[in-house]
């Protein structure tokens, strides 16, 4: 989850991130594969574009993998730009933002902010009771 902001980001990538879901995938598969794709079903390292924006499809058994697949942004229901803007706040966020300001800011449900909110929390709380060489596994930090 936190490897998806060890790099610092500019101004200017996160005002990109925070408006747009198509860069917010574009950077989530980089992130994701930044060593390389690997298919998680068959270990095959080629790939080709998938149907969705910035997945990727195994050329040998065809499993297709979206760019938030195993990300805390999986299944989100609110468009992923605004996800990341919260995810963000509470990773980086100078500031502890209340849900109450999240939803007047992103015109999104109290509700919808305070549960993605505390699924970030739960994801950050696991992450810390890993070993480190467990951190260096990319899908277990992200997911
Ligand atoms: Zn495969």
Known sequence: MAAIFKKELTREQLELLFTSDDECLRFLAEVKWENGFICRKCGNTNYCPGKTPHSRRCTKC??????????I?????????KAFYIAYNVCKGKEDLSSYELARRLTLRQMTCWNFKTRIRNALQQMDSLTDIEKSSIGKILS
């Open 73 to 81: 942004f999986h299944n989100c229901k609110f468009p992923v730009h």
């Open 62 to 71: 065809k499993k297709e993998e979206s760019a938030a697949a195993d990300t």
